[in-house]
């Protein structure tokens, strides 16, 4: 069946260094969307990626989409407290919608 | 004005017991969507409704049946609750259907469910 797979699953970084998640299908999807849900909260979307290669930033959080629509990464710089929580990727084809397991973020400060 | 609310926030009930989870969105979506949340983690759709028809009814037991009685509204309903339904549940809403651009959800504050 289709899956997403989301690496790594646990990230501890020292405040300011980067961190970056990763997301895999094994199909090619028609879209993809990240959350981030803070400790304790409820998932809060980020962005939608639509497009073949695409390339979002929202101050200091990039995201891309890869060429084959089947692989995106969030990237964000210079991490800060407020960026503690778990990311999520949800991958999206025809009438299904699956989530990654979650990329959970320390930061160590 | 809370966009997509659920209740109740938590909910400790014993094994065999049946409970509803209530949800309404007043964003005036068409699509409406219930996860599950487990200990890990791990969000997984259960069901999705669009304009009150069901469109996703993913592999959950039959003791699970959601209930639209209009599109803003999207009820959960457990019979003879088991230990492993323990979980969160997220009520979601968007405005389209998956596939087309308008599927950003907005998730609601979570249903804590312990079965004791």
């Known amino acids: 069946g289709q899956q997403v797979m989301q690496i790594p699953q646990y990230q501890h970084v020292q405040e300011g260094e980067d961190f970056t998640t990763y997301c895999n299908s094994s199909?090619?999807?028609?879209?993809i969307q990240w959350y981030k849900q803070r400790p304790g909260g409820h998932p809060v979307f980020l962005i939608q990626l639509v497009k073949s290669g695409e390339v979002k930033k929202q101050k200091r959080l990039t995201f891309q989409f890869g060429e084959a629509k089947k692989n995106s990464s969030l990237h964000i710089t210079a991490t800060q407290t407020t960026d503690v929580g778990t990311y999520f990727c949800a991958g999206h084809r025809d009438d299904k919608i699956i989530f990654g397991k979650g990329t959970r973020l320390h930061i160590l400060p | 004005d809370t966009a997509v609310s659920q209740t109740p926030k938590y909910l400790v009930t014993q094994m065999g017991n049946d409970k509803s989870i209530k949800c309404e969105q007043n964003?005036?979506?068409?699509?409406m969507y219930w996860y599950k949340q487990d200990s890990k983690k791990f969000l997984k759709i259960m069901f999705s409704y669009n304009n009150k028809e069901l469109i996703i009814n993913e592999t959950v037991p039959n003791r699970f049946s959601p209930k639209s009685p209009d599109k803003a509204h999207l009820n959960l309903h457990i019979n003879s609750l088991e230990l492993g339904d323990s979980a969160v549940y997220f009520c979601?809403?968007?405005?389209?259907?998956?596939?087309?651009?308008?599927?950003?959800?907005?998730f609601g504050q979570g249903t804590r469910l312990t079965v004791v």
């Open positions: 964003l005036g979506h068409d699509t």
């Open positions: 979601a809403s968007s405005q389209d259907w998956t596939g087309g651009l308008n599927t950003e959800a907005f």
């Open positions: 199909t090619t999807l028609s879209n």
